[in-house]
């Protein structure tokens, strides 16, 4: 066992884990961080491809709290921009705003289309299916059999592998915003009683040199201003208990760390795994909570004008991709001004499937042929293609998984110095706004010797979409 006088340890640099350790930082506590990875960010991060600069994915910044809203300005100043958000469903070669705004759905419906479309979402209104929990009976309920179909089914199984009838409404209630015929009426007038911002819905901040940025910005406070230090290439495999009391962590190569507190944004799952002598019961539930995975397929286009969003979500069920990122409309200084654009087609899906074990080079040849079948851009235009692949990325909200992370979660709180949080860390389908959050809360109790509950963060079914993403603190 090393001797530290560091006696916080937190567990990866992603969002949560590196909000920990710079709020920790701020009130003058020492921490080590030990990261799996080479660098910090995690899933949030950014990379340089073909001389563009590109995100895991899309990833614009957005909350409803003030605290992670004042903590991300503090960090990124004034290196950002206010992005107009556009980011439409693509389906049957037309474009459909998104959020739906009823009228726009129902001109490109076509008229026989949005009269059975209408017919249904009245009919949910007057005679609305007993909830079941389901997201399907949810969304049905919120839009209509015919809107649920046309535009969230094919969609969602597509992001979660499973029937919208097998998945926990959870997902939906935070993620969607309901259709009111009366906002949809205020909208379309421009009528805008009291909002002084535009919410989520209109616009979006993004670091004006990628999504790493203030992650980078982070590490470097941490680094240099508490002398804290963040360890890469560190996998934390085993985690040190003694007395229901956390007393230190080991990593792969098999050297320990002793500590008070650990704050921990690795996977729920890998930590039950790292515990010894874990109740069969727990290890049962633990095992029971799955995750998605994403392949990221990023393609060079050699032109300048794909579409103009953000993102696409693309419902065509002949095709396995789901969602199309465009880094062309961001921030003009990501982009490699040489006329192409890069451009990232998301497929998601489970460990043990075929596709997660595809070679690179077959999986860009499918993205490839994919994009070119939904008629976005010509082959002759596709100069290079390079995969990522994130594994455990989406924590499944799979009807009982509340039980089971119930079962997990009694088990974890009663081991004295253990603060589970973020993403996969917590088995929370956290944005960046609410693993910041987990990480900045994590290091104000552990400063004051307290343990904090955070479980509860992102679990209301609130719409998630109604904050903001300005720094709203002199209004
Ligand atoms: C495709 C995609 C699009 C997204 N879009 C948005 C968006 O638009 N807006 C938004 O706000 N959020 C978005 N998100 C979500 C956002 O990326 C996550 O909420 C955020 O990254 C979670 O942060 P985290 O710290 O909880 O987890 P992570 O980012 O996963 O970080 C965890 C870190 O822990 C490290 N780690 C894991 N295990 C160990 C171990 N055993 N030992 C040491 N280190 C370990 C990992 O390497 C990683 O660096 C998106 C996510 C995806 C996948």
Redesign the pocket.
């Known amino acids: 066992m090393k001797e530290e006088n560091n006696k916080i340890i937190v567990?990866?640099?992603?969002?949560?884990?590196l909000a920990a350790a710079a709020r920790l930082a701020e009130l003058n506590k020492k921490t080590k961080v030990?990261?799996?990875?080479e660098k910090?960010?995690?899933?949030?991060g950014s990379m340089k491809i073909w001389g563009h600069i590109v995100d895991?994915?899309?990833?614009?910044?957005?909350s409803s709290d003030k605290v992670v809203v004042d903590f991300w300005h503090r960090y990124v100043k004034k290196n950002f921009v206010m992005v107009k958000r556009q980011t439409r469903i693509y389906f049957r070669n037309k474009f459909f705003n998104y959020p739906l705004k009823p009228f726009n759905a129902l001109k490109n419906l076509g008229l026989r289309n949005s009269f059975i479309s209408l017919i249904s979402y009245f009919k949910s209104k007057i005679l609305p299916l007993e909830e079941d929990g389901s997201m399907e009976i949810w969304l049905s309920n919120r839009f209509g059999y015919k809107l649920f179909k046309t535009f969230f089914k094919t969609y969602t199984e597509k992001l979660w592998g499973k029937s919208c009838l097998e998945l926990d409404a959870d997902w939906a209630a935070q993620r969607i915003q309901k259709l009111t015929l009366g906002g949809a009426l205020k909208n379309a007038l421009k009528i805008d009683f009291n909002n002084k911002h535009k919410t989520l819905v209109d616009e979006f901040a993004y670091p004006c040199i990628g999504n790493q940025y203030f992650y980078d910005e982070l590490k470097n406070f941490i680094e240099e201003f508490n002398q804290q230090e963040i360890i890469f290439n560190?996998?934390?495999?085993r985690i040190l208990i003694e007395k229901n009391r956390v007393t230190g962590i080991e990593l792969a190569n098999g050297d320990q760390h002793n500590c008070k507190w650990l704050i921990s944004?690795?996977?729920i799952t890998?930590l039950i795994a790292g515990i010894e002598n874990v109740p069969q019961k727990v290890t049962l539930a633990s095992k029971k909570l799955r995750f998605r995975n994403?392949l990221?397929v990023y393609l060079l286009i050699n032109s300048e004008n794909i579409f103009s969003d953000q993102w696409l979500y693309i419902h065509d069920p002949t095709v396995l991709h789901g969602r199309i990122t465009n880094f062309r409309n961001w921030s003009p200084d990501i982009i490699n001004q040489n006329g192409t654009t890069v451009i990232c087609l998301?497929f998601w899906c489970f460990e043990d499937d075929e596709i997660w074990n595809m070679r690179g080079e077959d999986l860009i040849n499918l993205a490839s042929k994919e994009v070119v079948q939904i008629g976005l851009v010509n082959e002759e235009q596709i100069l290079e293609g390079k995969l990522v692949k994130?594994p455990k990325?989406?924590p499944m909200y799979e009807t009982g998984y509340k039980e089971n992370l119930n079962v997990v979660i009694e088990f974890l709180n009663k081991i004295e110095g253990l603060i589970p949080?973020?993403?996969?860390?917590s088995f929370k389908y956290?944005?960046?706004?609410?693993?910041l959050l987990m990480g900045i809360m994590s290091a104000e109790s552990v400063a004051i010797n307290k343990t904090p509950n955070l479980w509860d963060i992102n679990t209301d079914s609130k719409y998630q979409e109604a904050g903001y993403s300005k720094d709203i603190s002199n209004s």
């Open positions: 567990i990866g640099a992603g969002p949560a884990g030990f990261e799996y990875s910090v960010g995690g899933m949030a895991f994915g899309p990833h614009r910044f957005f560190s996998q934390v495999s944004s690795m996977p890998s994403t990221l998301e994130i990325c989406y949080i973020g993403r996969y860390g956290n944005n960046q706004d609410h693993s």
